[in-house]
C-alpha cells in the first residue's frame, strides 16, 4: 500500500499526471488532426465535383427552365451516384429532382443552400446531422444567368457515416498507443523508483542499528551514484563513531585503574582506624 507521504507517492501525483496530461492532450489535438485531413478530403472532393458546374453551365442557361432541363441532364449521368446524393434545387428552395431516384423531402435542413444564396460566389457547405440523425456534409453552388439572377442550385450531399467509423478506427489506435505509452512509463519508471526506494529503505535500517549504538553495522555498496556515496558517508560515520567509542572507553577503563589504586589504599586505611589500630 502507497504511504501518503511516500515518494511513490509525490511521483504518482507529480509526474505521472504531469505525463498522462501530456499523453490526453496529445492524443485529442491529433484526434482533431485526423477528423479535420478526414473531412478536408471530403470537402475537397465536393468541391471537385461542385467546380464542374462552371464549365457545364457557362452558357445557354438564361433561365430557370433552361437550368432544370440542364441539370436533370447532369444528374442522369452523374457518374459518383453511389458515393455522393446529387440535388436540384430551384431558386425558391424546392428540390426538384435527386439522383438517388426517391421523392425528394423538403424537411431536410440545408444550411449550405441558405449560406449559398447569400453568398456573392454562390457557394455554401454545411455538415450536421439530417432528420434521421445520419452525420451528413453538403455543399451547394448557385447557378446565376447572364444578369446575375438565380437560376437554382446543384447540392452536393455526402454521408460521413464511414468517415467516422474510420476517424473512430485511428482515435482508437491513438488512444491505444497513448495506454501502451502510459504502461511502459509506469513499468519503467517503477523499476527506477524500486533501484532508488531500496537502498534509502536499507540506508536508513542500518542508520537505525548505528544510532542504537551498532557501530560495527555497514550497508552494502551497490551503484556508484548519488546513492552510493551516501552509503559510503554513513560507512564512514559509523568507523567515526565507532572509534570515538573505542576512546571513550578505553579512557573511563584508565580513569578507572588510576583512581582504583589509591582509592584501594585509602579503602585498607579507613578499615584500620575503624578497626582501632
Known amino acids: 500500500m502507497i504511504q501518503k507521504s511516500s515518494i511513490t507517492r509525490?511521483?504518482?501525483?507529480?509526474?505521472?499526471?504531469?505525463?498522462?496530461?501530456?499523453?490526453?492532450?496529445?492524443?485529442?489535438?491529433?484526434?482533431?488532426?485526423?477528423?479535420?485531413?478526414?473531412?478536408?478530403?471530403?470537402?475537397s472532393a465536393l468541391n471537385g465535383r461542385s467546380d464542374e458546374l462552371t464549365n457545364m453551365f457557362a452558357s445557354g442557361v438564361e433561365s430557370a427552365e433552361d437550368f432544370s432541363t440542364a441539370a436533370r441532364s447532369y444528374v442522369e449521368n452523374f457518374p459518383n451516384k453511389e458515393s455522393m446524393e446529387l440535388m436540384v434545387i430551384s431558386s425558391s428552395g424546392k428540390t426538384l429532382v435527386t439522383s438517388i431516384g426517391f421523392a425528394p423531402d423538403d424537411s431536410q435542413p440545408e444550411p449550405d443552400y441558405n449560406a449559398?444564396?447569400?453568398?456573392?460566389?454562390?457557394?455554401?457547405?454545411?455538415?450536421?446531422?439530417?432528420?434521421?440523425?445520419?452525420?451528413?456534409?453538403?455543399?451547394?453552388?448557385?447557378?446565376?444567368?447572364?444578369?446575375?439572377?438565380?437560376?437554382?442550385?446543384?447540392?452536393?450531399?455526402?454521408?460521413?457515416?464511414?468517415?467516422?467509423?474510420?476517424?473512430v478506427f485511428m482515435i482508437g489506435m491513438l488512444m491505444a498507443a497513448g495506454l501502451v505509452i502510459i504502461?511502459?512509463?509506469?513499468?519503467?519508471?517503477?523499476?527506477?523508483?524500486?533501484?532508488?526506494?531500496?537502498?534509502?529503505?536499507?540506508?536508513g535500517a542500518t542508520a537505525r542499528l548505528i544510532a542504537q549504538g551498532d557501530f560495527k553495522a555497514r550497508i552494502r555498496k551497490t551503484n556508484d551514484d548519488e546513492i552510493g556515496q551516501l552509503c559510503d558517508t554513513i560507512n564512514?560515520?559509523?568507523?567515526?563513531?565507532?572509534?570515538?567509542?573505542?576512546?571513550?572507553?578505553?579512557?573511563?577503563?584508565?580513569?578507572?585503574?588510576?583512581?582504583?589504586?589509591?582509592?584501594?589504599?585509602i579503602k585498607g586505611w579507613a578499615e584500620t582506624i575503624q578497626a582501632g589500630a
Do not use: C
Request: aromatic residues 8%; glycine residues 8%; without cysteine.
Open 236 to 265: 564512514d560515520m559509523a568507523d567515526e563513531l565507532g572509534q570515538s567509542e573505542k576512546m571513550k572507553n578505553d579512557f573511563i577503563s584508565s580513569v578507572s585503574h588510576e583512581l582504583r589504586t589509591p582509592l584501594t589504599a
Open 116 to 167: 449559398a444564396m447569400k453568398n456573392a460566389d454562390g457557394y455554401g457547405t454545411w455538415t450536421g446531422r439530417l432528420t434521421s440523425g445520419e452525420r451528413v456534409m453538403a455543399v451547394t453552388r448557385v447557378m446565376r444567368g447572364g444578369r446575375g439572377a438565380a437560376l437554382g442550385a446543384i447540392r452536393y450531399v455526402v454521408s460521413l457515416q464511414e468517415a467516422d467509423r474510420q476517424i
Open 183 to 203: 504502461l511502459f512509463v509506469i513499468f519503467s519508471s517503477y523499476y527506477f523508483m524500486r533501484s532508488i526506494l531500496v537502498p534509502i529503505k536499507q540506508i
Open 10 to 43: 509525490r511521483w504518482l501525483l507529480n509526474s505521472l499526471g504531469v505525463i498522462l496530461l501530456i499523453v490526453v492532450t496529445l492524443i485529442a489535438t491529433l484526434s482533431a488532426v485526423v477528423q479535420g485531413y478526414v473531412y478536408n478530403g471530403i470537402l
